[in-house]
């Protein structure tokens, strides 16, 4: 594992002075691999010093699938403007700052204000190394994370008001979490506390997605409202998981249970009248109301 760790410390190392073109391979938990263990991909253009093209791929059912193209703009020395394409065009300003022959610390900028700060290996693509600080567009720290050759090993986290949040929360393992009981279970049980309410389904469309954290001992809690619909029912459909019995398996990472940041989506269809669809999907629990 040194031996591997090694070599690609020193294959980055003359990619970032000689900035050529590269492709890296991730796996679980931001790990570098080789292609056959890899979810991810990034391959790395350098059209010149003043612009560089990273292309992320995820590994679907069919191969591998473009799903984000950034464009790299030098704007002033060891400073780019990063836009990334898609149906909403995003851009960021990230400045690096040269610490030694193998480490560089980055500041991200958007709308003039910082939301990342850390260190990384490698320009292009980013290889994270040390501490790496995320904030909210308030300005409130969101999480303080410790990678290890772009490997989440720990973090402390916070919500957007400042309050603490959970630690050490992981959110790519090798064992996603299940609930126990099933999944008809977990479905009679939401469907039960929205129809309690009165809900009228025929009144509501669109999705929300609503996060919590899956303990090491099986149980739930921190539930967030990660994008919401209608201010009862997102109360009601977390009120429908905290209320839920039954224990979760945990997630596994390196073979020990770990905590895990579960996404649960939900979608309203109009008009709906079956409610009978719930599936899980790499590790996303997703209920459609259809």
């Known amino acids: 594992m040194k031996t591997l760790i090694a070599f690609i410390c020193i294959f980055f190392s003359v990619y970032t002075f000689g900035q050529n073109d590269t492709t890296i391979f991730i796996g679980i938990n931001g790990k570098l691999v080789n292609e056959s263990a890899a979810r ?85 693509p980013i290889i994270l190394q040390g501490e790496v600080i995320d904030f909210y567009q308030n300005g409130n720290k969101q999480s303080v994370s410790e990678y290890e050759n772009n490997e989440l090993v720990s973090n402390k986290n916070w919500l957007e008001d400042g309050q603490e949040y959970y630690e050490n929360i992981f959110y790519s393992v090798d064992n996603a979490p299940f609930y126990i009981p099933g999944n008809n279970r977990l479905h009679e049980h939401i469907l039960k506390i929205l129809k309690e309410n009165e809900v009228d389904f025929s009144t509501i469309t669109g999705n929300m997605v609503v996060g919590f954290v899956v303990f090491s001992n099986g149980t739930i809690g921190g539930f967030r409202i990660v994008k919401g619909i209608q201010a009862n029912i997102n109360q009601l459909v977390i009120s429908a998981l905290s209320s839920l019995n039954g224990e979760w398996q945990p997630a596994r990472l390196n073979n020990e249970t770990v905590r895990y940041f579960q ?28």
């Open 40 to 124: 991810r991909k990034q391959v790395a253009e350098i059209k010149s010093k003043k612009k560089m093209i990273l292309t992320t791929y995820n590994l679907g059912n069919t191969g591998w699938e473009e799903t984000k193209k950034e464009i790299f703009k030098e704007t002033e020395a060891n400073t780019y403007q990063i836009t990334s394409g898609g149906l909403k065009m995003n851009t960021i300003t990230r400045n690096y700052v040269k610490l030694d022959e193998d480490l560089y610390k980055f500041t991200e900028i958007s709308e003039n204000k910082i939301i990342r700060t850390g260190f990384t290996i490698t320009i292009i």
């Open 263 to 290: 996404l649960f989506p939900v979608n309203f269809l109009h008009n709906s009248t079956r409610y009978d669809n719930l599936e899980m999907e790499g590790g996303v629990l997703q209920w459609n109301s259809n």
